[in-house]
């Protein structure tokens, strides 16, 4: 049972902290940024040191789980010695990535000795071409050969994510939870979310719910509903003859905000409260004025909690009201 001190004006306990160290990435996924994405400047972004300590206050309140994203998180330089500082924290239950897989082959091992206990990887097609058009990047076989390399380690779990969009990857389900079991992995799918503007498709035209999808899948697989809860978003499902799981995220469908245990700390060091509302806290001004003020640091934690939103209003018939890409949220 959790400890934590956080505790939002609706009753929620926050004992699961999202930290985006990076907002560049080498893809450009076409539901995530624009070719021609930009970045910010290097000063505003958190040093690892800074992230570190911001990393310690939170476990210091009783956080037992911290997920490290981006953009993609391997690409930040020196990001192994973050992690290995922050999966020593006293307390910490877990540090966990998720990634696109690009630099798994690289650094798998490396993950495995720094205290990774579990990973999540993008992965939303097989199919080269396809990959593609969908990342803007010919890497297919660098993510699948990385795919390998972790599944052969012993990580406590490994799960592939896939962001569904009907009419360009929806034909796949069945083999991307083929590919997920024959892996030994999870696999989530998730509803594409309206963040940032983009260009390449129109969202509310490619939606497909994720009751669609099982529906679907259940033509093919025995699926039955988990007891297990990660206390997040996923909704799980056992899969009859298999060890496997697969989940659904489905921000659309099924809003699973009243149990949202999270927030979420962006790269520019801003401590969002909720992925589909801006209500946040500037921990960086602190962090850069009171540069060794632990205890400050965990005041100004605990006193943002009264921004949390009870939940967040996605419309995709709507222009996007997020203008922030999740590749700068912590997704
Ligand atoms: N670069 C890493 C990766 O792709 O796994 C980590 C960051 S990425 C922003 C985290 C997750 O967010 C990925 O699984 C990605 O597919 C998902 N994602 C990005 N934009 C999204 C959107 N608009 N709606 C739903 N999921 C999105
Ligand atoms: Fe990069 Fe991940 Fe966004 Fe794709 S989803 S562009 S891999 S941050």
Redesign the pocket.
Known sequence: MSDSKLIDPFGRKIDYLRISVT?R?????T???DEN?TFLPRRDILSLEEIVQVASSFVALGTRKIRI????PLVRKDILFALKQIAALPGLDELTI???G?QLEKMGQQLYDAGVSRINI?LDTLKRERFEEL?RRDKLDQVLRGIKTVSKLPFKQLKLNA?ILGGHNDDEIEDLVEFAIAHKMDISFIEEMPLGQISHHDRAKVYISSDELLERLQHRWQLSLSERSTGGPSRYYDIAGESQQVGFISPHSHNFCSTCNRVRLTAEGRLLLCLGNEHSKDLKSVLRTHPDDADLLQQSIIDSLVLKPEKHHFNLDEEPQILR???ATG?
């Open positions: 907002d990435c080498d893809f450009r996924c539901y995530c940024m994405a994203t981006g953009g993609e998720t990634t696109n690009s993008s990342t962001v890409f999740m590749s997704g």
